[in-house]
Structure formats: structure tokens, C-alpha cells
């Protein structure tokens, strides 16, 4: 048996983050209070607002990944009332493949829900990854930018610790501390962008 990995920053193990946990988690708290379900999907993360066919809101997250569940509820918790009407929250989305001004139109949306993943991973043990999102685009597109995006994330995950998160995040944040057994670890974690 080989022993497990360590959290970032402490020699304490890293706990084993099933998919069906941070479902039970997000859905114990969201389910009745927001009438919205997480869903392990396939290929394409996507929001789905409840119809016809679906009585409750759908936040489908890509091939059942923990991480990417993370990143889709980051986007949820900051989506005000009106964009969780609309599917995937009515925002813009250019696949990979994007030129330089596409980036930086898609870093400019995506510095809160990343600044929350950071958090949220953080809560939950996981070293978290910064994501430009776009291997095939421009090679200037992604390296021009990723130091401001980084510096630009940092800043924002400060600014939500020093502030306070949305509400439904900070609601998230406690559950995966209680859940994980991490506040002390997370109490003593320094964000800095070297480290994503």
C-alpha cells in the first residue's frame, strides 16, 4: 500500500475526493433551497435551468472529475438569479481554439469562478490549477496573458477572503471544511498566485 499524497503546504494526507461526496454535499444544500441538482455528465459541463422535461435545475459537470465539478459550481455561485434562468447562465463561450482578443474576453469572465475554485479546492485538500483553457488557440493568446490572469485570480481569491464569498459559495466552503476535516489546514494556507 503506498502511502497518500500530501495537501499542499502541510505533511497531512490529501482526503479521497469522490464525485458522490461533493454531489450529497451540493445537494443537501441546494436541492430544496435552490431547487438545483449537481450531475455528473459526460463529455461538456453544462447548465441546464429546470422545463418541461425537468422540474429542477441541472449543474452537469464533465466525465464525473471532482475538479470540474468545483469549476461549474465556482460559475453557480456567482450566477445571479436571472442568468441561472438561461442555460450555461447566457455567457459567451468560444471553444479552444481562441485568438488572442477571444482569451482575453474569456479571462475576463473567468477570473471569479477560478478565484472561488481556488478556494473551494483549497477547502477540500486539492492543489488547485489555473485554467486558460485554450491548447489550440494563438501560442501568444494564452502566454501573453497567463501571468495577468494568475496575478488577476490571486488578487480576486484575496479579495473574496478578505470581503467574504457569495453566499452560496462560503455555504459550499464550510460544508467541504466540515466535511474534509480541513479548517485548520485551510486557516493556514497562504494564496499566492505561484501557487496555481
Known sequence: MTAPASSPLTAEPLPELLPADIIRLFDGLFANSENTRLIAGGHEPEYLPADEGCPYHRLIFAHGFYESALHEISHWCIAGVQRRLLPDFGYWYEPDGRSAEQQRQFELVEVRPQALEWILSVACGRRFRISTDNLNGEPD????????????????????????????????????????????????????????
Not at 494564452?142 to 457569495?166: D, I, K, N
Open 141 to 196: 493568446a494564452v502566454s501573453a496573458g497567463e501571468q495577468a490572469f494568475r496575478r488577476a485570480v490571486g488578487q480576486q481569491a484575496h479579495h473574496y477572503l478578505t470581503h467574504g464569498l457569495p453566499r452560496r459559495a462560503e455555504m459550499l466552503k464550510q460544508a467541504l471544511l466540515d466535511y474534509y476535516q480541513r479548517h485548520s489546514a485551510f486557516a493556514a494556507y497562504v494564496f499566492t498566485p505561484d501557487d496555481i
